[in-house]
T-cell receptor, first 116, second 116 residues
């Protein structure tokens, strides 16, 4: 499955570091998403971008800063994170504007983040 | 608010046998989509099957089929001829199909083990 790629696959960072996660989709979709997956919790939607515009921000702390320069690329900039931010971060894409059946989200492989 | 419930945290099945994973959901909408996603140890979230609520016919994808009971708000996944590669977390998910809808609501998942 290479429709949605994420880099890096693993990241270890200290609480004072600044790092970025990258997501790229090759499916021609116009919407992209960031999810957080923590142990024993359902997936949490963090941000949604549609045609490069942010349409949802689910009360995510400001230490997470998304950026969507175009419909194919999505970044998540991280700074001064806390240990409880350690999780799997998943990117997804879809084309909700393309008619029936297009709400299907396709996911990348995720970035496993560990905050020390 | 929509909710998705998977009441079986863990299940196991003998290789080549059939297993059914349960999912119930709550919504006031009449037009929506339901999904089953598979997340193997590699952590990639893979779409298994999709059901559109307005279609009465149950979706099938090779060895995977669903039993969609709209009135009961039930959406179970049947895996036939189970294989070792089917071992994974399985997530049931819901999304409203209306314009501007992006939210995917996930259940907490069912961990499926396949016994050789």
């Amino acid at each position: 499955e290479t429709g949605v790629t994420q880099t890096p696959r693993h990241l270890v960072m200290g609480m004072t570091n600044k790092k970025s996660l990258k997501c790229e989709q090759h499916l021609g979709h116009n919407a992209m998403y960031w999810y957080k997956q923590s142990a024993k919790k359902p997936l949490e939607l963090m941000f949604v971008y549609n045609f490069k515009e942010q349409t949802e921000n689910n009360s995510v702390p400001s230490r997470f800063s998304p950026e969507c320069p175009n419909s194919s690329h999505l970044f998540l900039h991280l700074h001064t994170l806390q240990p409880e931010d350690s999780a799997l971060y998943l990117c997804a894409s879809s084309s909700p504007a393309s008619g029936r059946g297009s709400n299907t989200q396709y996911f990348g492989p995720g970035t496993r983040l560990t905050v020390l | 608010a929509q909710t998705v419930t998977q009441s079986q945290p863990e299940m196991s099945v003998q290789e080549a046998e059939t297993v059914t994973l349960s999912c119930t959901y709550d919504t006031s909408e009449s037009d929506y989509y339901l999904f089953w996603y598979k997340q193997p140890p590699s952590r990639q979230m893979i779409l298994v099957i999709r059901q559109e609520a307005y279609k009465q016919q149950n979706a099938t994808e090779n060895r995977f089929s669903v039993n969609f009971q709209k009135a009961a708000k039930s959406f179970s996944l049947k895996i036939s001829d189970s294989q070792l590669g089917d071992a994974a977390m399985y997530f049931c998910a819901y999304t409203y199909s209306g314009a501007g809808s992006y939210q995917l609501t996930f259940g907490k998942g069912t961990k499926l083990s396949v016994i050789p």
